[in-house]
């Protein structure tokens, strides 16, 4: 239909055909950055889970590989991670003669849960041609505990303690459970981290990585679970937890379990964490969707959108607790020539509009401060600090409108303007709230095709929404309400399209 062609997005990927949900395996061997996910080749809906794979070495070029994954008896492939096993410490991966081709290619192996309806395991499975294709172990599965609702592992190699760590949900209990193993075969129980921060109904897919503190030599240790449904947003959502890890539990920063959420929308789910880039690397890329309205979103061939890859450390905020950071990694390369917005300067109540390139991605960056006072209106109400309002829009009348209100010093994004989704679950507009009274905001958007992310104030606020509109958005302009806004920087760029 012409609106799978207009949702596609030029720079995020998406699956040609099917239903794709979790980013998982997400592994950098060197050369290639790996991203499987949970695919669904049949149908443009979840379920009959297989693990479908692509791979990058930008992490925007993504080149189409084979399933590597496929339903059994045993049950679905249901999400998991990848590990590079370097000294074969599983035993799985016997030397090669140096003249075997697959003598070169590293240890790749993938861990992963076997979903029957009423078992659910951890199993793995091995490469040796590079992660095109995998063969699963005989010792399959490695940890069964006879639950129906234990799944999602994540696993690294943990150097101080010379071991793997394995994190997985018991996803009904509302618990992460630690495991260590010398081989990748045995694991031992080591701890769980439960009844903190919101429970949903299902934990699934934690996450535990070392991150910089910024500004700092430090690092500190982020627990990022998922929940779903029960998000306050609505559906699905990832928290996270900052603390430390000491090879064997995970105990929160200053014995306060603060939780924060990754997203002020909705539509980012399932988050993962690339293995073996160093700590000031770390990368992530999510499932840009939500389970509320997943299967309904207006696509007829294709369903299922992963984020941009985004670097991720934490930040000590204005109030002294630390924030997760989210920045989008490498769009520079992308960038086709800046679109001209020559005004620095915007009185109250005046609009400036740029137009814009259809069916092409778009960044926008934008620092922008209110001026204190506001001033009359015509009406004769004075009101307090005004707000300032980005609109993408079309001659359709449709709108998409990112905000701040200098007042409240909150950011919002309001996509209920757009005509070309509705269900009752598809929250029209979310709100974040930024460091009160500063009237000051910084963002960094991309706009492209069915989605936007917005990073705000330098990356502590972040926003992934998928948003429809009846026809591409061709311009966006910039407003005051009674307040005069200063433009200290302005950049729109068009972005060169990285998938077909
Ligand atoms: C998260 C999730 C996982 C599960 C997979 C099934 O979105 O529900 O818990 O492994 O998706 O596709």
Redesign the pocket.
């Known amino acids: 239909s012409p609106q799978d062609y207009q949702y596609r997005p030029s720079i995020h990927f998406s699956p040609s055909v099917g239903f794709m949900?979790?980013p998982n395996g997400l592994i950098y061997d060197g050369e290639f950055f790996h991203l499987y996910y949970?695919y669904n080749p049949i149908a443009p809906y979840?379920g009959y889970?297989h693990w479908g794979s692509a791979k990058s070495k930008d992490l925007y070029s993504w080149e189409d590989g084979p399933i590597v994954l496929k339903p059994t008896t045993a049950g679905?492939a249901?999400?998991g991670c990848a590990i590079i096993d370097h000294d074969n410490t599983s035993g799985l991966f016997p030397a090669l003669p140096a003249t075997d081709p697959r003598s070169k290619e590293p240890n790749l192996a993938i861990v992963y849960?076997r979903?029957a309806p009423k078992l659910q395991t951890q199993d793995i499975a091995i490469s040796r041609d590079g992660g095109t294709t995998y063969t699963e172990i005989s010792a399959n599965p490695v940890l069964d505990i006879h639950s129906n609702s234990f799944?999602?592992p994540k696993v690294f190699f943990h150097a101080p303690s010379g071991r793997w760590i394995m994190t997985v949900?018991q996803?009904r209990l509302h618990k992460v459970s630690f495991y260590g193993s010398f081989n990748l075969k045995d694991w031992m129980h080591l701890s769980d981290f439960e009844s903190a921060g919101l429970f949903g109904v299902?934990y699934?897919?934690p996450n535990l990585i070392e991150v910089q503190l910024e500004g700092t030599n430090e690092t500190r240790w982020l627990m990022l679970i998922?929940i779903?449904p029960g998000a306050p947003q609505g559906g699905?959502t990832t928290q996270y937890f900052v603390g430390f890890f000491d090879g064997e539990r995970f105990t929160a920063e200053d014995a306060h379990t603060v939780f924060g959420l990754t997203d002020f929308c909705k539509d980012s789910?399932?988050l993962q964490c690339y293995e073996n880039l160093s700590i000031s690397q770390a990368t992530m890329i999510a499932?840009l969707g939500n389970?509320q309205y997943c299967e309904q979103v207006p696509h007829s061939t294709w369903r299922g959108v992963m984020t941009l890859p985004r670097h991720i450390s934490v930040r000590r905020d204005t109030d002294g607790w630390i924030r997760l950071v989210q920045r989008p990694i490498g769009l520079e390369n992308l960038r086709l020539s800046q679109i001209p917005t020559p005004f620095h300067h915007l009185p109250a109540l005046t609009t400036q509009t740029v137009a814009l390139p259809k069916n092409q991605a778009i960044e926008l960056i934008i620092k922008a401060s209110l001026e204190p006072r506001s001033q009359m209106l015509p009406d004769g109400t004075s009101g307090r600090a005004g707000r300032f309002t980005i609109d993408f829009s079309n001659a359709q009348g449709e709108k998409l409108t990112i905000g701040f209100d200098g007042f409240s010093c909150q950011l919002w994004v309001e996509r209920g303007g757009l005509k070309g989704f509705m269900d009752p679950f598809f929250t029209r507009e979310f709100s974040a709230a930024l460091t009160p009274d500063v009237r000051e905001f910084s963002l960094r958007l991309v706009y492209d095709a069915c989605t936007l992310e917005l990073y705000v104030n330098d990356g502590i606020a972040v926003g992934t929404a998928l948003v429809f509109p009846q026809e591409p958005l061709d311009r966006v302009s910039f407003s005051t309400t009674n307040t005069a806004a200063n433009i200290q920087q302005l950049e729109v760029y068009p972005l060169r399209a990285t998938m077909p």
């Open positions: 949900n979790d949970q979840a889970v679905e249901f999400s849960t979903a799944r999602d949900v996803s299902d699934e897919c998922s779903n699905s789910y399932a499932w389970w």
